[in-house]
């Protein structure tokens, strides 16, 4: 099994920046995609970020050039270092990724707990 945890999480003025950590533990054969959603109060869940193991990105429209998303491979780690914040970035936000258990086994999903940001002046 894996298992995600995040930190990082704040309360932050608009403006500001935060930098999230996501690490996965457990027994796993490799972790390919990682990514980052969140989850507003009444919303749904939405896309932040995804990065491959190879180190393809993709982002929200609404998060480029704003969000940016890193990955440590040897400490099955990743990262969101959000710049420039808004009120409306508000949310949990939630690490995800897509794991296996060998060569021979499909990818599974995991997620993490969330941790909150906190954008308010």
């Known amino acids: 099994q894996v298992r995600l945890v995040e930190s990082g999480g704040g309360l932050v003025q608009p403006g500001g920046s935060l930098r999230l950590s996501c690490a996965a533990s457990?027994?796993?054969?490799?972790?390919?995609?990682m990514g980052w959603y969140r989850q507003a109060p009444g919303e749904q869940r939405e896309l932040v970020a995804t990065i491959t193991s190879g180190g393809i990105t993709n982002y929200a429209d609404s998060m480029k050039g704003r969000f940016t998303i890193s990955r440590d491979n040897a400490k099955n780690t990743v990262y969101l270092q959000m710049n420039s914040l808004k009120l409306e970035d508000t949310a949990v936000y939630f690490c995800?990724?897509?794991?296996?258990?060998?060569?021979?086994?499909?990818?599974?999903?995991?997620w993490g707990q969330g941790t909150l940001v906190t954008v308010s002046s």
């Open positions: 995800n990724a897509n794991w296996r258990r060998s060569v021979w086994n499909p990818y599974l999903e995991v």
């Open positions: 457990g027994t796993f054969f490799n972790i390919n995609v």
